[in-house]
């Protein structure tokens, strides 16, 4: 069984970072938490395709999948790096913007310091 529990953002999540009407004390089977990764996970997919107005290889496309399911859509949607993918996705400018996305709670969080590198170690793959 897996149990809710709280990220070092605060929130309050199930599985593998599932966040919407989670409840303190909630649990749920691993099944439903592969269920609920591959609801957010077409979520996140989705957002990504609506939002890119420009082509991107497969690498770019899982490591924005990769982004926005940690973010969200509307926060993506607001993001100076959607803003540069869609004049230019290979600006370089576009690793920084990644790495700003570091933050929980008011501060940097060594794990999403360590999933900015990889989503942008994938992003620039050819």
Known sequence: MLVAYRCPAGELTIGWGHTKNVFPGQKIGVRDAE???????NIAE???NRLLKVAVNQNQFDALVSFVFNIGGPKFAKSTLLKLINKNPNDPLIQKQFTRWVYGGGKALPG???????EVKMYFEK
């Open 35 to 41: 269920v609920l990764f591959a609801y957010d996970l």
């Open 112 to 118: 999403l310091m360590k999933r900015r590198e990889g």
């Open 46 to 48: 989705g957002d990504v």
